[in-house]
């Protein structure tokens, strides 16, 4: 056994993907399956921060999900580059929409996942990622949204509306010492969405730096979205 680490990955079958939007782009990604051949028990697709802060598929936290969840949980991890963004993949097609014509590069994640048969999809977005989940992602297949530091600054009111109106999970992960919500203002914004849970997690940052508070956002997806392999362990025989 050895200590899960920052630099820790777990085996898992990574695949290369191309996501194909209907306004003619080609979006560069990585699927990640549990490893051995073990069936996922649900998805991850995830949206990144921001491109033009340096916002992108590799974005700490979602790599590190895509290196723990296939092996620890049997989460599949979708990770991709939203239009103009580059990362050690690749860069996708086309140009930074401002959350506008992003749009389109969730469908074509969705259709993917559609088309593949993976199970249970939930949009996991990480700031900018979140407002993506929020205005784009309440398509009949996603089972859920999991927001990761939600700035609300393109999200309006109308589209937490419809998030309430509608039902499905919204799982609010904010830090203690966000930039741009924090825990208070936060719990006041969502109560348009009755059913949203808003989770302050003491002495985080916008950016999540440090281990501690990685485990904490990878317990709190799992807890939701695999919630037999939660707690995740902080050991593994592959570590």
Not at 72 to 89: P, Y
Not at 165 to 185: F, K, N, S, T
Request: proline share 9%; glycine share 8%.
């Amino acid at each position: 056994m050895g200590d899960i680490r920052a630099s820790t990955v777990l085996p898992a079958r990574r695949e290369e993907i191309i996501l194909h939007t209907t306004d003619g782009l080609e979006l560069v990604g990585e699927l990640a399956l549990p490893p051995d051949g073990r069936p996922p028990a649900a998805t991850l697709v995830c949206l990144h921060p921001l491109p033009t802060a340096e916002g992108m598929m590799d974005s700490h936290v979602l790599r590190k999900a895509s290196y723990r969840l296939p092996a620890l949980a049997d989460v599949a991890v979708l990770r991709f580059n939203t239009r103009g963004t580059s990362s050690a993949r690749g860069t996708s097609q086309g140009e930074f929409g401002g959350g506008e014509t992003e749009r389109y590069d969730v469908a074509a994640a969705l259709e993917y996942v559609e088309y593949h048969d993976l199970p249970r999809p939930w949009l996991l977005g990480w700031s900018f990622g979140t407002e993506l989940a929020l205005k784009w992602g309440r398509d009949p297949l996603v089972a859920g949204l999991l927001l990761l530091s939600p700035p609300l600054h393109r999200a309006s009111d109308a589209d937490l509306d419809a998030w309430g109106a509608d039902g499905r999970p919204v799982v609010a992960l904010v830090p203690e010492h966000d930039d741009y919500l924090r825990p208070a203002e936060a719990r006041a914004r969502f109560k348009r969405i009755p059913q949203a849970e808003v989770v302050a997690v003491d002495g985080a940052k916008h950016l999540w730096v440090g281990e501690p508070y990685v485990r904490i956002v990878l317990n709190e997806i799992v807890r939701r979205v695999a919630p037999a392999a939660h707690p995740l362990p902080t050991e593994s025989p592959d570590a």
